[in-house]
């Protein structure tokens, strides 16, 4: 093995990058294309949600309650009407997200010592938002009932007996979507560009017939291998930096974490984004056919590896296939690192699947790619 040949075919594979302009954009701008998208879009943070109120008791004690609702963050009153028609017709044209409805009797009946009923209509057509909406409805309510009582009674609440719970955030104590979704980036630019630009790189080779002028040349396989794939991990890793400076100094998420750990557990994830790359440009004929395949792998890697959503959430039976997907791995190191700050140990679990998975698929790539090439 020449390392100056892997040097010369690594220096043209740069040349080909250089002077494709829209690779470029793809393999550098894209990803703080993403990070924005993701950071403020793929949020599960709700709040403000714009809610109409139809109060038929118009007194003092009903608008310190609707009040109570507006400052709670959860709901900003956006609207108010004056019947149930014109609230229906708000939710149903999406102007609203949620009503709320106060009784014509609501201060008589709290003045009377008795619990009136405030009703709450919410848009359950995305249940996310239904769901943190109903629970901040029951919430809101529950700690204005607590006010009114310590008000009306003059008890001192904390001097009674009964239990204190005082829960504590670990990790992401504002509970920042952000702070989730910016290590998920991570992941998927390590798996994805990788995988892509390898697929189309040697592929494309393929198509112009330049692989068949460097089969007859002195150049072995694996300097060919190496010098195809070298170029593309230089890239992936300024993609993750470039991704990590922007995720601290404009999202402010931390990472408390070894930057080393990070990097070096990310290089053994690139083993297997590498050999997938590999293994679909032996199977691709032209470079629309590898990227769509690469898509394929993308999908399920997704929706199983716990980019989105909680693997918890699954079925059982998905929950086990899960166990086949690399980014499911490369994703709790990344978290883990970024968020919880822990060490090899306690990583050392999704360090050994990373391993044996980039060994294997490598392996099996290299082996395809050189038959391709005899």
Do not use: C
């Amino acid at each position: 093995m020449s390392l100056w040949r892997i040097r010369s075919l690594m220096r043209k594979e740069f040349l080909h990058i250089l002077r494709d302009r829209r690779t470029l954009f793809i393999m550098f701008v894209m990803p703080i294309i993403q990070l924005v998208l993701l950071g403020y879009a793929a949020t599960t943070d709700v709040e403000h949600l714009r809610t109409a109120v139809l109060d038929y008791d118009q007194t003092p004690a009903s608008r310190a309650l609707i009040e109570a609702y507006q400052a709670s963050g959860s709901f900003d009153i956006a609207h108010t009407v004056s019947s149930e028609a014109e609230l229906r017709r708000l939710v149903d044209r999406g102007r609203a997200r949620a009503g709320m409805i106060v009784p014509g009797n609501y201060a008589r009946t709290l003045h009377a010592g008795q619990r009136p009923q405030v009703s709450f209509v919410i848009d359950g057509s995305d249940p996310n938002v239904a769901n943190t909406l109903y629970a901040a409805s029951q919430s809101v309510g529950q700690a204005y009932s607590t006010d009114i009582l310590r008000r009306q009674e003059g008890l001192d609440l904390d001097a009674m007996p009964g239990i204190d719970v005082r829960p504590r955030v670990w990790y992401n104590p504002e509970m920042k979507s952000a702070n989730f979704m910016i290590p998920g980036i991570i992941g998927m630019i390590l798996y994805f560009m990788t995988a892509l630009f390898t697929s189309t790189s040697i592929v494309r080779e393929k198509e112009q017939g330049t692989i068949e002028q460097l089969i007859v040349t002195p150049v072995q396989p694996l300097e060919l291998i190496l010098s195809k794939v070298a170029p593309y991990v230089i890239v992936a890793f300024f993609d993750v930096l470039e991704v990590l400076t922007i995720g601290v100094l404009w999202f402010s998420v931390p990472i408390h974490g070894s930057l080393a750990l990070l990097l070096s557990l990310s290089g053994l994830f690139l083993l297997t984004s590498l050999g997938i790359g590999m293994l679909i440009s032996s199977v691709a004929g032209t470079q629309q056919e590898a990227t769509m395949l690469t898509f394929l792998t993308v999908f399920p890697s997704v929706f199983l590896g716990g980019l989105f959503f909680p693997l918890e959430a699954m079925p059982s039976w998905l929950q086990a296939l899960t166990y086949v997907i690399p980014l499911r791995y490369i994703l709790d190191v990344i978290r883990g690192i970024i968020l919880k700050g822990v060490g090899l140990p306690v990583l050392l679990p999704q360090a050994t699947a990373l391993a044996l998975f980039g060994t294997g698929v490598m392996l099996l790539a290299a082996s395809r790619f050189q038959k391709r090439l005899a």
